[in-house]
C-alpha cells in the first residue's frame, strides 16, 4: 500500500506542475513599458518555485516507497544522515533561493518602486474610500487644492473634501470617478486611503499598490496600449468588497486632451 501511494503521489505532483509550464492560466496580456520585466520575474520565480515543489514531492515519495515496508514495525528514532544534516540543508536551499529571487527581481522592482518619476509624469490623485474610487487631476494651474476631511461630502459630490470658496488651487482641480491617462506617457499615481485598507490593482498594468490608511503613497508607470482596463480592491475592506471597482481608460493623448476639457467643464 505504500509504494502504491508513493506512485500516486509522484503522479499527481507531474501532473500539477503541466499547467504551470504551459502557462494555462496566466496574466492577461501586459500594456505597461516595465511588465515584461515583472513577467520574466514571476516566470523565474514560478520555475524555482515548481522545481522546489516537485523535488520535495519526489523526495516524500522515496521516501515513502523506500520506508513504508520496513521489516522493523519499531518507531524510526534518527532521521536518515541525521537531523542536523537535514536543517543545514535546508536552511542552504531556502537561503539560496531567497537570495536567487531577489537579486533576479530587484531589477524589476526597483524600476517601480526605487525609482522617481520623471519631472514631466502626469500626477494624478487617486482616492479609495468603501466602496469606490476615485481620482483627481489639477487644473490648468498644476496645482492640487488642499484636502480638508471635514469637508467631504459625498452627497454633494465633495469627495476629496475640497474648499473652492477660499482656495483657488482647489477650483480648477478636476474629480473623476475613472482613472483616464494618455498612452505612453508617464503616470504618477498619489494614493491615499479615505477610511480602511483597500488595493489598487490592474492585472493588465502588472501594478498592484495597497492604499494604506494614514500613509500618502505613490506609484508611477506607463501604459502603452490604449483601451479600457478594469481597476479593482484586492484587500477585504468590507460587504460591499466584492463590487469595489473603477476602469483605467488608456487614450492617445488627443483624445485625453479632449476627455479633460470636458471634465472641466462639468465641475
Known amino acids: 500500500m505504500g509504494k502504491f501511494f ?30 515584461h520585466a515583472i513577467d520574466e520575474q514571476l516566470t523565474d520565480t514560478m520555475a524555482e518555485a515548481g522545481f522546489s515543489f516537485l523535488a520535495a514531492q ?58 522617481p518619476a520623471s519631472p514631466n509624469a502626469l500626477q494624478v ?14 487644473g490648468a494651474d498644476g496645482k492640487f487644492g488642499a484636502l480638508h476631511p471635514d469637508k467631504i461630502d459625498e ?14 488651487e482647489a ?18 499615481l498619489l494614493i491615499h486611503a479615505k477610511d480602511v485598507g483597500h488595493s489598487f490593482y490592474v492585472p493588465e498594468l502588472r501594478i498592484q499598490q495597497d492604499f494604506v490608511p494614514g500613509l500618502d503613497l505613490s506609484v508611477h508607470f506607463t501604459a502603452t496600449k490604449v483601451g479600457r482596463y478594469e481597476i479593482v480592491c484586492t484587500q477585504l475592506c468590507g460587504l460591499g ?6 476602469y483605467l481608460n488608456v487614450m492617445s493623448q488627443e483624445d485625453f486632451d479632449k476627455w479633460l476639457k470636458q471634465k472641466a467643464s462639468e465641475q
Open 6 to 35: 508513493a506512485v500516486v503521489l509522484t503522479i499527481i505532483a507531474l501532473v500539477s506542475a503541466v499547467p504551470i509550464v504551459m502557462h494555462t492560466w496566466w496574466m492577461p496580456p501586459d500594456i505597461s513599458t516595465h511588465g
Open 58 to 115: 519526489l523526495l516524500l515519495a522515496l521516501f515513502v516507497w523506500k520506508f513504508s515496508e520496513r521489516k522493523d514495525s519499531g518507531p524510526i528514532k534518527s532521521l536518515p544522515g541525521g537531523a542536523k544534516g537535514l536543517v543545514i540543508a535546508a536552511l542552504i536551499l531556502v537561503g539560496t533561493e531567497m537570495l536567487a529571487l531577489g537579486v533576479l527581481g530587484q531589477k524589476a522592482w526597483a524600476s517601480v518602486y526605487f525609482t
Open 125 to 138: 490623485q487617486a482616492q479609495a474610500g468603501q466602496f469606490a474610487f476615485y481620482f483627481r487631476y489639477p
Open 155 to 168: 452627497g454633494n459630490q465633495n469627495y476629496f473634501g475640497l474648499d473652492p470658496a477660499n482656495e483657488v
Open 171 to 188: 477650483r480648477d482641480d478636476i474629480v473623476s470617478g475613472e482613472l483616464a491617462i494618455p498612452a505612453n506617457r508617464e503616470v504618477l
Open 241 to 246: 468588497h466584492y463590487n469595489m471597482k473603477a
